[in-house]
Nanobody, 122 residues
Framework: QVQLQESGPGLVKPSQTLSLTCTVS??????????WSWIRQPPGKGLEWMGS???????YYSPSLKSRTSISRDTVKNHFTLQLGAVSPEDTAVYYC??????????????WGQGTQVTVSS
């Protein structure tokens, strides 16, 4: 059974770059047909898909975040990483990583990390 675990700083200053890592166990991030996604949930709001990296290494981003977001992977360490630039307090959220068998399947996927709280504050 695949397991995902987010890690990274809990506090980031405005204008800095947020970097989070999702470490995967029980399955390879290069296995077809899986997509590995980053999703966030700001306080009091719904889930927001940020972007995904496919088994092939192709990346896909939310249009609203594309200019600030980068997703990469390390196939040796079997993890993938989110970088979000120029953060502001509006980026405060619980950040999740998830696996799905399609680009849009993350919402109903049963394979999610537990989430990590990130607060943007000076």
């Amino acid at each position: 059974q695949v397991q995902l675990q987010e890690s990274g700083p809990g506090l980031v200053k405005p204008s800095q770059t947020l970097s989070l890592t999702c470490t995967v166990s029980g399955g390879s991030i290069t296995t077809y047909p899986y997509y590995w996604s980053w999703i966030r949930q700001p306080p009091g709001k719904g889930l927001e898909w940020m972007g995904s990296i496919a088994y092939s290494g192709s990346t896909y981003y939310s249009p609203s975040l594309k200019s600030r977001t980068s997703i990469s992977r390390d196939t040796v360490k079997n993890h993938f990483t989110l970088q979000l630039g120029a953060v502001s307090p509006e980026d405060t959220a619980v950040y999740y990583c998830a696996r799905a068998d399609s680009l849009t399947g993350w919402r109903t996927s049963g394979s999610w990390g537990q989430g990590t709280q990130v607060t943007v504050s000076s």
